[in-house]
């Protein structure tokens, strides 16, 4: 994408849903509303999301994720061999109840309201993951146009729960077999149809290099987790090179976050990127898009033969940065990064989870704009960019 300016704006992905939308997708869920109907809602909201985009300066547009329950979740409508199940459910039918009760048990939600895409019989996909996305969003702005996906590693953990998965595949490393294959054939239909920048999401690998082993704090991908963290975090490395061989022209990132389930931080992951960097520059993705605006990440580093989404607002917060905030931001990251190398992005989604987003639509629009208006002061200072 020769033809962006300086310090690309983008979103990580996720806007809050309307409430009409979410309502409907309950209706959808139930059986009770014809898909096309919500099809055709859908479409509206991702033309407002649109046009929060433009009004605020993004330079690399996506369409909010309103088609979707959340960033992993949704998958469950597109392959065959996956059964949504909260985790209610998932305490009733797991051998080691009390080590699931300490998970949920340190998150502010209930066990009800979280739900997980298990896999209970072989996975194929029925319709592709999110070409239709990527279709309509293309009809609607000549910007270039960002696609996340769930990443390999969470996919697999998410879906391998041994008490339903195990009498279909013997173990997660089986499942990711047809898990890479999967991605493969949506990353090539998706780079067919004209998508600019394809996000693989992978927000376990901190909990994977933070927890040590010990109680797990995701609300997600907890049950197939290993106790050895050096070989999780290899196993997960080895799927995401192999969901890209072939692949490596094309741009490509990893989004990595510590959590954005809750607005209250305490309950979220705590570390900087130390752990993960010899892994991280093993990668083949062309860009690492990290949050850095909570400083429960630590301090910028620099990643080797990556280029960076610098996250300089945290969507979990009330407080709408300013673009002097956001610009300080840039100014540590300026210090290991070439501006030619920097993209500008929110922490995480502010929408992640469709029914309880961590912000509302006009602050992520006033968070999105203060990016927006820091990158165009940027660009004074910069006016050339860099080869």
């Known amino acids: 994408?020769?033809?962006?300016?300086?310090?690309?704006?983008?979103?990580?992905?996720?806007?809050?849903?309307?409430?009409?939308?979410?309502?409907?997708?309950?209706?959808?869920?139930?059986?009770?509303?014809?898909?096309?109907?919500?099809?055709?809602?859908?479409?509206?909201?991702?033309?407002?999301?649109?046009?929060?985009?433009?009004?605020?300066?993004?330079?690399?547009?996506?369409?909010?994720?309103?088609?979707?329950?959340?960033?992993?979740?949704?998958?469950?409508?597109?392959?065959?061999?996956?059964?949504?199940?909260?985790?209610?459910?998932?305490?009733?039918?797991?051998?080691?109840?009390?080590?699931?009760?300490?998970?949920?048990?340190?998150?502010?939600?209930?066990?009800?309201?979280?739900?997980?895409?298990?896999?209970?019989?072989?996975?194929?996909?029925?319709?592709?993951?999110?070409?239709?996305e990527l279709r309509f969003l293309k009809q609607l702005t000549d910007k270039p146009v960002k696609i996340p996906l769930p990443g390999p590693y969470l996919l697999t953990r998410a879906m391998f729960v041994r008490e339903v998965t195990g009498s279909v595949y013997p173990n997660k490393e089986a499942l990711a077999v047809d898990v890479v294959r999967i991605l493969r054939e949506e990353l090539e239909d998706l780079l067919r149809e004209g998508a600019d920048f394809i996000q693989f999401d992978e927000p376990v690998l901190t909990e994977v290099a933070f927890s040590s082993g010990q109680t797990r704090t995701f609300m997600c991908a907890s049950l197939a987790a290993g106790g050895d963290p050096a070989e999780e975090l290899e196993f997960a490395v080895k799927l995401m090179n192999q969901v890209l061989?072939?692949?490596?022209?094309?741009?490509?990132g990893l989004h990595i976050c510590r959590g954005n389930w809750s607005?209250?931080?305490?309950?979220?992951?705590?570390?900087?990127?130390?752990p993960l960097k010899p892994w991280l520059e093993r990668l083949k993705v062309k860009q690492l898009v990290l949050e850095y605006a909570t400083e429960r990440a630590g301090d910028v580093m620099r990643f080797e033969g990556k280029s960076l989404g610098l996250g300089v607002v945290n969507p979990r917060t009330e407080h709408t940065e300013t673009p002097e905030e956001v610009i300080a931001q840039v100014e540590k990251a300026l210090e290991f990064y070439r501006p030619d190398q920097l993209w500008l992005n929110p922490d995480c989604g502010f929408g992640t989870f469709s029914n309880s987003p961590v912000n509302t639509a006009p602050l992520a629009e006033a968070k999105m704009k203060a990016i927006g208006d820091a990158a165009a002061i940027l660009r004074k200072r910069f006016p050339t960019k860099q080869e």
Request: with cysteine; proline share 5%; aromatic share 6%.
């Open 263 to 274: 607005q209250d931080e305490t309950t979220l992951l705590r570390g900087n990127y130390s």
């Open 1 to 132: 994408m020769s033809s962006l300016p300086l310090f690309p704006v983008t979103m990580v992905g996720s806007w809050p849903r309307p409430q009409t939308l979410l309502r409907s997708q309950k209706l959808k869920r139930a059986g009770k509303l014809d898909p096309d109907e919500f099809e055709k809602q859908a479409d509206e909201a991702v033309l407002d999301v649109l046009a929060a985009q433009q009004r605020a300066g993004v330079d690399v547009v996506t369409d909010g994720e309103q088609r979707r329950d959340n960033f992993y979740s949704f998958v469950a409508e597109k392959l065959s061999g996956i059964k949504i199940m909260t985790m209610a459910e998932l305490i009733d039918v797991i051998e080691d109840k009390e080590a699931f009760e300490k998970i949920l048990q340190t998150l502010d939600v209930p066990a009800y309201s979280l739900s997980n895409p298990t896999c209970v019989g072989r996975i194929e996909r029925r319709t592709p993951l999110a070409l239709d």
């Open 245 to 252: 061989e072939g692949f490596e022209e094309a741009d490509t």
